[in-house]
């Protein structure tokens, strides 16, 4: 099992920025792709951006430009750069990893992230 937790969200004002961790422990040499989604009251949870084990980065089109996926692996954590914040950045923010051949998929507990404007 692959287990998840994040950290670093808070309180920013707009145009400001945040990192968010998400530390992986378990069978992490088993994550195929790992990243983030975030979901806004009354509304679904999206992905924000995700990386495979390969590297290969993905981002939905609202954050392209702004935020920025990268990962320690001998850290065996996420990191979620989010620069140029905007109120509607506002969320829980989730990560999410899929591992042992996308057979399996873990979620972290969430971290807030409320920007004012």
């Known amino acids: 099992q692959v287990q998840l937790v994040e950290s670093g969200g808070g309180l920013v004002q707009a145009g400001g920025s945040l990192r968010l961790s998400c530390a992986a422990s378990g069978s992490t040499g088993s994550i195929n792709l790992i990243g983030w989604y975030r979901q806004a009251p009354g509304k679904q949870r999206e992905m924000v951006a995700t990386i495979s084990s390969g590297g290969t980065t993905q981002y939905t089109d609202s954050v392209k430009g702004r935020f920025t996926i990268s990962r320690d692996n001998a850290k065996n954590t996420v990191y979620l750069q989010m620069n140029s914040l905007k109120p509607e950045d506002t969320a829980v923010y989730y990560c999410?990893?899929?591992?042992?051949?996308?057979?399996?998929?873990?979620w972290g507990q969430g971290t807030r992230v409320t920007v004012s404007s």
């Open positions: 999410n990893a899929y591992y042992r051949s996308y057979s399996y998929t873990s």
